[in-house]
């Protein structure tokens, strides 16, 4: 199975069609002050797999800062079944909604793992808000 594409969005979701929905890609966020949450955040993921990729796959995913820490880790599987006569591929989508750790501003990355093989990575930058400094003579409008 290979990561056809992975992003972090606002919000996702597959219609009564099959289709995958994705609304509002983004690849940075602005904070307040650290430690922080971003919460919510959608990790849309579409494995692509084959006739020959049929089977159980372990997915792992990891949230790793901008020092190479590993901040949030989950595990699971995902099962191809055998696709119907004359398919050479099968879409696999995978939606994870989670709130994202932030302990220092730079750049994050959500490690896609297939089978403990590294295979896809999402990055994340992050920073925090400039301190707000009044105009002299103190009137802002």
Known sequence: MI???????????ISQE????????FDAVQVGAMPAVH??????????????????????LRWINP?????????GQVELTTPPPGVTEVDIPLIATIDLPLDVQGSYAMMVFVNDEPRGEVPLHVRT???FVAPAGGLVS
């Not at 099959?18 to 890609?25: C, P």
């Not at 020092?67 to 989950?74: Q, T």
């Open 129 to 131: 808000a400039a301190p």
């Open 39 to 60: 919460p919510r955040a959608h990790l849309v993921v579409r494995f692509k797999g084959t006739p020959m990729d049929v089977g159980i796959h372990k997915v792992a």
């Open 18 to 25: 099959g289709k995958l929905n994705i609304l509002g890609v």
């Open 67 to 75: 020092a190479g820490v590993e901040l949030w880790s989950s595990d």
């Open 3 to 13: 990561v056809s594409f992975a992003m972090f969005a606002d919000a996702a979701n």
